[in-house]
DNA sequence: CGAGATTCATGTGAAGTATACCTTTAGGCTTAA
DNA sequence: AAGCCTAAAGGTATACTTCACATGAATCTCGTA
């Protein structure tokens, strides 16, 4: 989001603005405020770690440990304690020469783990063999892993992040054959450690798979305001230059996040931005306003690149939406799938891009429904029959950059 | 007036198709003995 | 004869289409009070 700037002192501005990065950083390190940091200590979370870390300890005497489950809400630490002890661990299995490997995989990567046959092919990947995309039967996949696997006498601990995910889209089935691959294991053993932000996931399994998978289950609660202040206090710390933070800054950003259910991540990703917020601005403190700005500015990029990396068809089907959505915003009428369809096909028509039928653009829609960017509900109308009734629940701001993002990225 | 039938527009599931890609296999060509 | 390459054959996953049936409340119909 840089500015475009007269091409007459481009070189100069250029120079300017890296220069300026240079001296100018407020980042003491700025790693420690990224996502996939994992910390020395992970405060609040000491309980969850001891119940992990004794769950998976039979490992080290080569028995397979218990399934384990593990759900709680966005940012409440879970695959961050994950990686802790999974480090942890690993690192006291190669002292003691016991062949143990924890494959990571995080089904939520759409295109790369989002149906069974990715995500054995992503697994397979994590060990050191390639498979093809496609083309090969799914079950010749399960034959090659466990051929993998079974070479020599190992624990193998499967992490499926985001597992709530995958069931939603493909079903539980292969969960159940992930289960009873032990049955066909004779020197290696798996268990597998499952990863939900759903609450209610348990419920919707099948009783068999569910009472396999969830041998062990954890519940991670979401942080309080002061614990969140707390986190958020010491990673500032080590991230920032001294008497970068303004007053009050990390009570702002922690009670943002413990209004939202407490999500730590949201907190860190709010510090973040101000601080590349501040940077930019050539500023060197961080106070209150920031935080507001980096607010504003994490609820649009998230959705942004999300929309940015959808292929064309949702693109269009999208901006058909959005197009109806601008016609209608002063009534607050919500918009139907047939009207979507028939602005879609127009849109189809002139720019000559192939046509879908209904029937995909009806799942294309709900599939945007779940990303969260649409508010889709199957309504019946009586006599007039049942759609789905489209709402946008986007600042207007948002709504006119995601707009422009669509006709950028279309050519339109 | 109210219970039950009808209706509409599309949701939704199952099965089929097109495409892109994989492995296997057989034939043909090259090569080295 | 052995080795290597290539192309065809046979197979799969995925995205999409086709077909067919399911939905569910507004509206209609018609018997009854």
Redesign the pocket.
């Known amino acids: 989001m840089i500015k475009k700037r007269g091409k007459k002192n481009n070189k100069n501005n250029i120079d300017q603005i890296f220069d300026s990065f240079i001296k100018h950083t407020i980042f003491k390190n700025k790693l420690i405020l990224q996502i996939n940091y994992t910390p020395e200590t992970i405060p609040h979370r000491e309980n969850q770690i001891s119940q992990v870390a004794s769950i998976v300890a039979p490992s080290l005497r080569l028995e397979k440990p218990s399934n384990l489950f593990i759900y709680g809400l966005t940012g409440t630490g879970k695959t961050l304690v994950i990686h802790y002890v999974k480090d942890q661990l690993l690192k006291k299995a190669s002292d003691q020469n016991i062949c143990l490997i924890m494959p990571y995989i995080n089904c939520k990567l759409?295109?790369v783990a989002?149906?069974?046959?990715?995500i054995l092919?992503e697994l397979i990947k994590k060990l050191g063999q390639k498979?093809?995309?496609?083309?090969?039967?799914?079950?010749?996949?399960y034959h090659k892993f466990i051929e993998i696997i079974d070479s020599k006498k190992q624990i193998v601990i499967i992490i499926l992040d985001e597992i709530d995910n995958a069931v939603k889209r493909?079903g539980d089935e292969f969960l159940y054959n992930f289960t009873r691959l032990n049955s066909e294991l004779t020197k290696a053993q798996i268990s597998i450690i499952g990863i939900s932000n759903d609450l209610k996931f348990l419920d919707v399994l099948d009783p068999r798979v569910r009472s396999s998978l969830s041998e062990e289950e954890i519940l991670f609660p979401p942080y309080n305001a002061l614990q969140l202040r707390d986190i958020l206090k010491r990673r500032a710390k080590e991230a920032f230059k001294l008497k970068i933070v303004g007053e009050g800054v990390i009570e702002k950003c922690s009670a943002y996040a413990a209004r939202e259910h407490g999500d730590a991540r949201r907190a860190l990703d709010l510090l973040r931005i101000a601080g590349e917020l501040v940077e930019r601005d050539e500023k060197n403190k961080i106070n209150l306003d920031y935080i507001d700005k980096a607010k504003k500015r994490i609820e649009s990029d998230k959705i942004l690149i999300a929309i940015e990396t959808q292929?064309?068809?949702?693109q269009i089907t999208l901006l058909s939406i959005i197009e109806l959505f601008k016609k209608l915003r002063e009534k607050n009428e919500p918009i139907?799938?047939?009207?979507?369809?028939?602005f879609y096909r127009d849109l189809c028509r002139k720019t000559r891009i192939?046509?879908?039928?209904?029937?995909?653009?009806?799942?294309?829609?709900?599939e945007f429904d779940m990303l969260g960017v649409i508010n889709?509900k199957?309504?019946?109308?009586?006599?007039?029959?049942?759609?789905?009734e489209i709402r946008i629940d986007l600042p207007t701001h948002l709504v006119n950059q995601i707009n422009t993002l669509l006709l950028d990225s279309l050519n339109l």
């Not at 989002?114 to 990715?118: G, I, N």
């Not at 192939?354 to 709900?366: F, G, H, P, V, W």
């Not at 199957?378 to 789905?388: E, H, N």
Request: glycine share 8%.
């Open positions: 759409k295109k989002d149906t069974e046959y990715r092919a498979v093809p995309m496609t083309g090969l039967p799914t079950d010749q996949l493909i292929p064309k068809q949702f139907f799938t047939g009207d979507i369809y028939n192939e046509c879908l039928t209904q029937r995909r653009i009806s799942d294309i829609i709900a889709a199957v309504v019946s109308k009586g006599r007039y029959g049942r759609t789905r």
